[in-house]
């Protein structure tokens, strides 16, 4: 039997109102939605519950929403849920020109977990998000504590650090400036050793040497200094003082007062009579 109803609309159908005023609110505030999130922000502002298929279809007669080839179902290995609130995390990474040209592209890597966050702004977002996932955890309990680390740990944490090695003087250059390790005894034992040098964010600058910071002297600072002199390098610069001094002229001037008077010698001497 054929029923009566073949090409007849669904009676679930939308209304052609409703249908218009979805459409409207497509062009108009969600032309670059996605029909998830055109729907879950209908449905949050405007009170408008529909499916994301029907979104997705009317996008599509839009012109708004391309439709996507269907590809194979793939398989997806499950998981149990976390227990406890903060052992979820989620990491996006998003490549992009982030310097401007002025470095190379970077990947900008962002950190999310499950736990509400202090920041002002985030409450709204999170209980959008609690509201949207409603899968509790298999347990209450939540994995954070006391901090673990002290102030000074995360001032080493967070500063610009660089590796180093010590020379034959326990000494490591920064920025134009000479750090020598205190130590007591003869130190032999700690030349050639790595170090860290840690820049704080105030300024300060940490040496670490297997994770311990270690005491030292600022002895010299501002630009590096011109090498000593040694025999062979003083001897060259001598040499070359002398070759410049030899190639300047040693004649005087014709119009030089030395000139003048030898001229005015030899003239009286070709005029005066010659002596018996």
Known sequence: MVSRRVG?????????????????????????FGPTLAREKR??????????????????ELGLWRPKRRQAARAF????????????????????????????????????????????NLPAFMADLTRASRWPPSRRKTTTGPLLHRARELDLLLSAQEERTLSKNLIVQYHNIAYQIRH?????????????????????????????????????????????????????????ALEKQQRKSSKPALDHPWRQA???AAARSATSPATP
């Open 8 to 32: 007849q609309p669904s009676n679930r159908r939308l209304q052609e109102p409703l249908r218009e005023a979805i459409r409207a609110l497509l062009v108009a505030r969600y032309p670059d």
């Open 43 to 60: 449905y949050e502002l405007h009170q408008i519950e529909v499916s994301s298929e029907t979104v997705r279809q009317l996008q599509v």
């Open 77 to 120: 290995q499950w998981r149990e849920r976390r227990w406890r609130f903060g052992e979820l995390i989620q990491i996006d990474g998003s490549p992009h020109d982030w310097f401007e040209g002025r470095g190379p592209r970077g990947t900008l890597i962002v950190f999310n977990n499950d736990l509400a966050d202090a920041n002002a």
């Open 184 to 240: 007591d005894g003869p130190g032999h034992r700690r030349r050639g050793a790595k170090v860290t040098v840690c820049a704080l964010t105030d300024g300060e600058v940490v040496l670490l040497r297997e994770g311990r910071e270690v005491p030292y002297t600022t002895y010299r600072t501002g630009e590096q200094p011109p090498p000593d002199e040694d025999e062979k390098t003083l001897n060259e610069r001598v040499d070359g």
């Open 262 to 264: 030898v001229a005015m």
